[in-house]
C-alpha cells in the first residue's frame, strides 16, 4: 500500500516508465500533491501503475514529459481521478495526458488545460477493453497532430455526463475520436473547437454512438463540422 499527502514531485525522470511514481500490484491513495515537470522516456511521467486500484485526489500533474502518458499510464487497473488539474503536458506518441490499457478509469470534477500528444489522444487516450467515464470536468486547449484532440478510445466504453470540450484541434475528431468503441455523451458542450480533415466536434467509426441533451457551438471541419460518422450501430442524436 502507497498513501501520499501533501507531496511535491519535481523534475524527476526514468529511462522507462513511471517518471515520479511506478506501481505494480499496489493499492494507492494521493491526495493533494504536485506533480511538476516529470519525465519518462517510456510512460507514465507523472505516476504509472499496472494491476493497481489507485485513487488520486487534488492533485495537480503540469508539464509532464512521456512518449505516452504524460501525467498518468494505466495498465490493467482501476483508478479514481477526483478534483484533479492536468495542464501542459506533452506526449510524443500517445495520451497527452491519461493514457489506459485494459483498465477503468472515473474522473470527476476535474480541469485538463492545454495538454497534447503528437498521434492521438491529446487529454486522454484509451485502448483495448478500457472503459472511461468522465463527469462534471473541462476540456479547454486539448490538441494532436493526429486524431482525437481531447479524447481518442479504440476497442473501449466512454461514457462523458456534464463535461466541456473547447478550443481543441487534431486533424479527426478535435473533441471525440472513437474507433469501435460504444460512446455514450449526455449534457456535453462542444465549443470552438476545430479539425483539419474530419469531425470538427466527433468522429466516430463503428461501435455504437449514444447522444443526448448536448450542444455543438462554433466547431469547424472540412467534413462533419460537429460530427462525422461512419457507422452501422448509431443509437440517437
Sequence with gaps: TLNVKHSTFL??????????????????????????????????????????????????????????????????????????????????????????????????????????????????????????KVYDSTFEKSSSDGVGGAFFCELSDLTLNNVNITDSQANFGSGVAALRTNSTLENVVFKNNHADYNGGAIYHFYGNLSADNNQFIKNTADNGGAIYLNTENTDKF
Design 11 to 132: 523534475k524527476n525522470a526514468a529511462n522507462g516508465d513511471g517518471g515520479a511514481i511506478y506501481l505494480e500490484n499496489v493499492n494507492s491513495t494521493i491526495i493533494n500533491s504536485m506533480f511538476d515537470t516529470n519525465r519518462a522516456y517510456g510512460t507514465g511521467a507523472g505516476i504509472y501503475f499496472a494491476n493497481s486500484n489507485v485513487n488520486i485526489q487534488t492533485a495537480t500533474f503540469k508539464g509532464g514529459r512521456a512518449k505516452s502518458a504524460s501525467a498518468i499510464y494505466s495498465l490493467n487497473s482501476t483508478s479514481q481521478i477526483i478534483d484533479c488539474t492536468f495542464e501542459l503536458n506533452n506526449a510524443s506518441s500517445t495520451g497527452g495526458a491519461v493514457e489506459l490499457s485494459h483498465s477503468l478509469i472515473e474522473v470527476s470534477d476535474s480541469d485538463f488545460i492545454s495538454n497534447y500528444a503528437e498521434a492521438c489522444g491529446g487529454a486522454i487516450s484509451a485502448y483495448l477493453g478500457s472503459t472511461v
